[in-house]
């Protein structure tokens, strides 16, 4: 608001004069885009709190079923698959921090990580995510080999649903790192929407990594 003060003209008749009293300060709202994220990623979590009440909810109820069934679980095979993604998760942030520069391409070699893009660290991000699904697949086709197919009993059920459609999540992840990369090259100019869009997929895809954590010790280490 402007704040009239009285003034003397050179004739000495009074005046009044519009001054301010500090400066506009710009304001600053939160991205609608980042919070419709974070307000859907809320519901993804009642969802998958869903999942693990089945699947508590049948353990409990079968547990001689439980303890047989577990012992096909390859538990090595999982931690390893299970850090793949946890570094996954690492990248994608590092993959932020050099769209919050500005920077959405490498500034040096293939080789000096450290001069990486986004676009760079967010083609690595995919290539891991894709390496954890194909190992979710592979360890599904190992359990059905065995004798463990989705409708073999409550516990495979339970099973494959949790993890499942935790792997749904993850392709939609990947497919998501696929068109921030592709933005990127079709923009001219790297702007702050296109910062805003890289931070937001890592929202989701820090989501996906955490959920994954919780159910790979409630599967595989809660036998």
């Not at 109820?61 to 946890?86: R, Y």
């Not at 790192?177 to 931070?199: C, D, H, P, Q, W």
């Amino acid at each position: 608001m402007g704040i009239l003060r009285p003034g003397i003209a050179h004739n000495g008749t009074v005046t009044t004069s519009a001054t301010y009293s500090q400066a506009v300060r710009a304001v600053k709202r939160p991205d609608p885009v980042a919070v419709g994220t974070i307000v859907w990623l809320g519901s993804e979590v009642m969802f998958f709190a869903g999942l693990f009440a089945i699947y508590f909810t049948l353990r409990s109820t079968s547990a001689s079923l439980w303890a047989e069934e577990t012992q096909l679980l390859n538990v090595p095979f999982a931690t390893v698959n299970t850090i793949i993604l946890v570094l996954s998760s690492v990248t994608c942030q590092m993959g932020v921090f050099a769209a919050e520069r500005y920077q959405p391409y490498r500034t040096g070699t293939r080789t000096g990580i450290l001069k990486w893009g986004m676009v760079e660290w967010f083609y690595l991000t995919f290539i891991l995510g894709a390496v954890f699904v194909s190992g979710q697949v592979w360890e599904y086709a190992t359990l059905v080999a065995e004798g463990m197919p989705i409708s073999a009993n409550p516990y495979a059920s339970a099973f494959y649903l949790t993890t499942g459609f935790h792997a749904l999540h993850v392709t939609g992840g990947l497919i998501a790192f696929l068109l921030v990369i592709g933005r990127a090259y079709a923009v001219k100019n790297f702007g702050r929407k296109e910062m805003t869009t890289s931070i937001v997929v890592s929202y989701y895809w820090h989501f996906v990594d955490v959920v994954w954590i919780a159910l790979f010790f409630v599967i595989y280490f809660l036998k």
